[in-house]
């Protein structure tokens, strides 16, 4: 028998928390006939909105520059923030050229008062209870009232000049592109001006831009694909970016069509909460595997038998004191799963001769679609379990349509309904899969029109919040303390650069441990010129001591 029994904690879980029982691996799923045809709808989707063919040149140097590890001198961090990236525009232009200035600003490593009672303000996923209970713990923690703090953000003015030395305006579409997720979106959205005036960019959001390691570290994507493995260093997006992939499928307007789901919805629960405080429901059925998937919402167990196709889900019966989704739903993709049985039990192990009675609740069959059901739950979860940064996501309909689209891939490219799956998903829980799409890093772009007048220019500045690269301070490494930001001056775009300048500003707080750009505070050297060939640039930078 090739079993497997799961239990997983109840939240918001990252790493599931997971109770083995018999062998781990269950057998490779087999791909159901209507996911190839899926998948390729999105190959065939085209250009999508933009209606424009990209330009087959997306590295900007030789192919070595970026696949032989970071620059001299250049960290490896264990959390990294991404390099800023080049403009790009998406059509041949012929008489058109480019200036780029990056100005660096650490205005937001100045000290700022923060009082108590700010603290306290922008807690508003705290319930009342937790809230006094903050509240004490500020008290103590700063009697003073309040307390000094600072960032490591850097403000990014990533400033380009387009010159049209043609006899005819030019009329391109412009990408900016950046690092970050779902859930920090509103923090690291770059504004982009054209000429000082607001570009109306449209934002377009690529896929995770990570792997998968075994469950105990390992080579990206290697046999076992159980923890995610964001990328590390530029090289990482070097690597990810060049061929023009990636971003080719970013810009593309998705089209994965109305799969059709068979959804069970568990309510008006009744059980014997006073004798079994976690009194647990359980349904069992047994599917084809070649046939049917099983997604699941609310539920937080599942035993399954990958040699005869038995499956049995549970969740623990809703007492209105548990802190747990009543929302439990189970969804059927491909062939239905027949009969089932449901079955109390005296709580989440669901073990034989620990069978209870007095566990009911109603049982309402219905149909759906795969898209219906995530918008409906991705706005149900992000309202429930995250902070306000996420939670805002259902009230921009771009920006939450985006995000219900990169679950879709996320399911069809690693979960249940791809051939070769990552272990991650193998358990059909869509709380992770929209959890996780909010988590995961991916590279956003900006896209936006722009003319340039014949034989004049157009300035494009996009403006943003860039977060630092860094190591753990439990880590004990050399670099704890030292914030890296690195820059990328022609990945990802086909702009021919005759100049590119950087500048430092409010370089008060800061000491420079490790560059490439030439710049020297001690001599007051704060704007250095670069050579559009180097393709990467980093300054690795630490807090000075007051003082100095």
């Given at each position: 028998m ?5 239990l997983?904690a ?6 599931d928390?997971i109770?083995q ?8 799923r ?11 709808l999105?190959?065939?989707a085209?250009?999508g ?10 590295g ?6 970026g696949g ?11 959390s990294?923030?991404?390099?800023v990236?080049?403009?790009?525009v ?5 008489g058109?050229s480019?200036?780029r ?5 650490f205005?937001p490593?100045?000290p ?6 700010q603290?306290?303000a922008?807690?508003?996923?705290l319930?009342p ?6 509240e004490?713990?500020?008290q103590?923690w700063?009697?003073e ?7 490591t ?7 380009y ?7 005819q305006e ?17 923090e ?11 570009a ?8 995770y831009?990570?792997?998968f390691?075994?469950a105990?570290g390992?080579?990206e994507?290697?046999e076992?694909r159980?923890?995610l ?5 530029w090289?990482?997006?070097w690597?990810?970016?060049k ?11 998705k ?19 006073e ?5 647990t429901?359980a ?8 046939k ?5 919402y609310g539920f ?8 005869t196709?038995?499956q049995r ?7 209105g ?11 059927v993709v ?11 039990y005296q709580n989440?192990g ?11 609740c109603t049982v309402t069959?219905?149909e759906?679609?795969?898209r219906?059901?995530?918008e409906?739950l991705?706005?149900?979860y992000?309202?429930e379990y ?10 921009q ?7 219900v689209?990169a ?5 069809r490219?690693?979960?249940l309904?791809?051939e ?5 998903y ?5 709380e ?9 890093q ?7 029109k722009v003319?340039?007048?014949?034989g ?15 190591d753990?301070?439990?880590?004990g ?7 890296g930001y690195d820059m ?6 086909g702009?021919a ?10 370089t ?6 490790r560059?490439n750009?030439?710049f020297d505070?001690?001599?007051g050297?704060?704007?250095v ?13 630490r807090r000075?001591?007051?003082g100095?």
């Amino acid at each position: 028998m090739n079993a497997e029994k799961l239990l997983y904690a109840l939240g918001d879980i990252g790493d599931d928390l997971i109770e083995q029982a018999e062998d781990r691996r269950p057998a490779r799923r087999t791909a159901l006939k209507w996911t190839a045809a899926a998948a390729g709808l999105l190959l065939a989707a085209g250009l999508g909105i933009w209606g424009v063919r990209l330009l087959p040149f997306f590295g900007g140097a030789t192919a070595g520059a970026g696949g032989e590890g970071a620059e001299s001198g250049s960290s490896v961090f264990m959390s990294y923030g991404g390099p800023v990236f080049p403009l790009d525009v998406l059509e041949e232009t012929p008489g058109l050229s480019a200036s780029r200035e990056l100005l660096y600003d650490f205005s937001p490593w100045d000290p700022v008062w923060v009082s108590n009672e700010q603290q306290l303000a922008g807690r508003n996923d705290l319930t009342p209870e937790e809230r006094r209970e903050y509240e004490e713990d500020l008290q103590r923690w700063f009697p003073e009232g309040g307390d000094e703090q600072t960032s490591t953000d850097l403000l990014v003015t990533d400033r380009y000049t387009l010159e049209n030395s043609s006899g005819q305006e030019a009329a391109v579409t412009a990408v900016y592109p950046f690092t970050g997720s779902f859930q920090n979106l509103s923090e690291l959205t770059p504004e982009i001006l054209t000429n000082g005036r607001g570009a109306g960019a449209e934002l377009l959001a690529g896929g995770y831009s990570g792997g998968f390691a075994g469950a105990v570290g390992g080579e990206e994507d290697s046999e076992e694909r159980l923890n995610l493995q964001n990328l590390d260093s530029w090289v990482g997006y070097w690597n990810l970016l060049k061929s023009g992939e990636y971003r080719e499928d970013a810009l593309r307007e998705k089209d994965f069509g109305q799969l059709p789901v068979t959804v069970y919805k568990f309510d008006a629960w009744s059980a014997p909460h006073e004798e079994y405080p976690a009194a647990t429901q359980a349904i069992s059925f047994t599917v084809d595997a070649e046939k049917t998937r099983v997604l699941t919402y609310g539920f937080e167990g599942l035993e399954w038998d990958s040699d005869t196709g038995f499956q049995r889900h549970s969740y623990f019966v809703p007492d209105g004191m548990r802190r747990s989704t009543e929302t439990k739903l189970l969804a059927v993709v491909g062939e239905d799963i027949g009969q089932y049985a449901l079955q109390g039990y005296q709580n989440g192990g669901c073990e034989a001769g620990e069978e209870i009675d007095g566990v009911s609740c109603t049982v309402t069959r219905y149909e759906s679609t795969l898209r219906e059901l995530l918008e409906s739950l991705t706005e149900e979860y992000l309202r429930e379990y995250t902070d306000d940064s996420r939670g805002k996501i259902v009230e921009q309909q771009r920006i939450f349509d985006l995000y219900v689209d990169a679950e879709e891939e996320l399911l069809r490219r690693y979960g249940l309904l791809s051939e070769n799956g990552a272990e991650r998903y193998d358990t059909g829980r869509l709380e992770d899969v929209i959890s996780e799409t909010g988590s995961q890093q991916r590279v956003f772009y900006q896209a936006f029109k722009v003319k340039i007048p014949a034989g004049g220019s157009t300035v494009v500045t996009a403006r943003m919040t860039k977060y630092a690269s860094y190591d753990f301070y439990c880590s004990g490494s050399e670099n704890r303390g030292i914030y890296g930001y690195d820059m990328v001056t022609q990945l990802g775009s086909g702009l021919a650069f005759g100049q590119i300048e950087a500048q430092l500003l409010h370089t008060e707080q800061l000491e420079i441990v490790r560059q490439n750009y030439g710049f020297d505070l001690g001599s007051g050297i704060t704007r250095v010129s670069i050579d559009p060939a180097q393709q990467h640039c980093y300054l690795e930078v630490r807090r000075a001591q007051r003082g100095d």
